[in-house]
């Protein structure tokens, strides 16, 4: 019997595509997804434990739907890191709670979802995988609607950040075989996938223990040489890791978009050292030289923490000054949340939130203005967008993306989804641009033009 499955996410692009994960791995149980919980027979939040504001929101999400388990007998489960960080903890403060799933427990959820159904019982499942098998995806079997998708090539974080609690929920690093990884591309490409995102916290680390260790550069050369895709992205390097080869590929591969996300989180050397980032302003400043040297199109975004432990106002002006040296296409900004098992959750020298988010606004003001510059650098130029769908704003307008990842819209139907359009940029915002149609043109052609 057909039954259906309402989902929520909150946090990374990993939970987002955990969320695809367990949809189509439910599909296979006759769970189908509803936008409306009311309709529901399973209600799952996939949960993000990265800062405290996160956290909260999924214990109001729960309070949201306890009158669905009084009134319908609703199954209620949370998936993601709160589920790893609390486990059976979770299960004892919400008595209304079926299902705890941990973030390597994905693959899981069928049995669990049965045994559940089956015993009456509730269930919970927070151990680590340590053969990685949880990273497989399972694909939807009927062709994708949408033009781009997510790929994990690897999971967890051997960093340890002393403010990040990534490591203890996602584990240690792990990748998948290349050869896994290949195949979920072309076959998402056969179901009309034109652009991949590859997901890892740590790409860099990519290959490490495996039997066959290849380079996340190496890597990308092999995606890049699969017909019928015409973009790749990655997202997150670590500055500290980001080697040459790396570098080179945003010369040498055709495929690879001209974007970077390296987040730097401070521009003070002081906080960066308490941090356990493993670089300095001057060496974090010299990998962005050298990106956009290789690749002069290059746009940059990245993210910041304020208000760290210790961070005192000249910390903050260093921050400030990296802001104006980088001038980054785009920032995300976050007050420091202490986070409970983190190195920097015990360091006492806290900053008051009212400093916190003083600072985090001006940071804000400074760099709206340098994104919008940014985005103005290029009216009047020629740009190639993917196009995704209908605009937000209008309905009459399509909206895509720049390979330098910056929203384009345009006049147009949805006769043009998944088209590569080469398109003058006629006016900048600050979150997006207005484009005139061109031509349709090929990727390649466009990427020769990019230095
Ligand atoms: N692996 C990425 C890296 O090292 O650059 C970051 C992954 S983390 C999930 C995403 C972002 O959340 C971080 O770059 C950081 O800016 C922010 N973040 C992580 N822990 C935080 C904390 N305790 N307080 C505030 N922001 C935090
Ligand atoms: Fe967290 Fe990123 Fe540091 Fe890993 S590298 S500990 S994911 S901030």
């Known amino acids: 019997m057909e039954k259906k499955i309402y989902i929520e996410t909150y946090g990374c692009q990993m939970n987002e595509h955990d969320t695809e994960r367990i949809l189509s791995l439910l599909e296979r149980s006759h769970y189908f ?33 306890k009158w669905l388990k009084e009134k319908k007998g609703v199954i209620i489960g949370v998936a993601g890191c709160v589920a790893q960080q609390e486990g059976n903890r979770l299960l004892d403060k919400i008595p209304y709670l079926d299902m705890v799933i941990g973030t390597h427990a994905i693959p899981k959820l069928p049995q669990l979802l049965q045994k559940m ?20 995806t399972i694909l939807p079997r009927k062709p994708l609607e949408q033009i781009k998708s997510y790929v994990t090539v690897m999971q967890g974080c051997d960093h340890f950040c002393s403010f990040c609690i990534v490591p203890y929920i996602r584990g240690r690093e792990q990748s998948r075989p290349s050869r896994e990884i290949i195949e979920e591309v072309e076959r998402l490409v056969e179901m009309g996938v034109k652009e991949v995102c590859l997901l890892g916290q740590n790409v860099n680390g990519y290959g490490k223990g495996l039997k066959q260790e290849i380079s996340f550069s190496d890597l990308l050369g092999r995606i890049d040489e699969i017909d019928g895709l015409d ?46 980032r493993g670089y300095t302003k001057k060496s974090y400043l010299e990998r962005i030289d050298r990106l956009r040297g290789a690749c002069p199109s290059i746009a940059v975004t990245a993210d910041v ?96 993306r720049t390979r330098s990842n910056k929203i384009v819209n345009v006049e147009g139907d949805s006769g043009l989804v998944g088209k590569l359009l080469s398109v003058r940029i006629t006016k900048a915002y600050p979150h997006s641009l207005r484009g005139e149609i061109l031509g349709s043109e090929s990727a390649q052609s466009l990427f020769c033009r990019r230095s």
């Open 117 to 136: 159904e089956i015993s009456g019982e509730k269930v919970c499942d927070a151990d680590f995988d340590p053969e990685g098998n949880h990273l497989k």
């Open 305 to 400: 923490i304020v208000g760290f432990p210790g961070e005192e106002e000249k910390d903050f002006e260093e921050t400030l000054d990296l802001l104006q040296e980088a001038r980054f296409d785009d920032l995300f900004s976050f007050k420091y949340s202490p986070r409970t098992g983190t190195r920097a959750a015990q360091l006492m020298d806290r900053v008051e939130e009212k400093v916190k988010q003083a600072r985090l606004s001006l940071l804000q003001e400074i760099q709206k203005e340098i994104t919008l510059q940014r985005n103005q650098e290029l009216e009047g130029g020629v740009e190639e967008i993917l196009v995704e769908g209908l605009s937000k704003q209008s309905h009459q307008d399509m909206t895509g």
């Open 33 to 65: 997804e509803t936008k409306h919980a009311q309709e529901a027979d399973l209600i799952l939040i996939n949960t993000c434990s990265v800062r405290e504001k996160p956290e909260h929101k999924v214990y109001s999400a729960l309070g949201r739907f």
């Open 231 to 276: 973009r790749i992205r990655f997202t997150t390097s670590h500055p500290k890791d980001l080697d040459e080869p790396l570098i080179r590929a945003y010369s040498d591969l055709p495929k690879l978009c001209e974007h970077i996300h390296l987040p730097f989180q401070s521009g003070s050397d002081k906080i960066l050292k308490a941090m356990h």
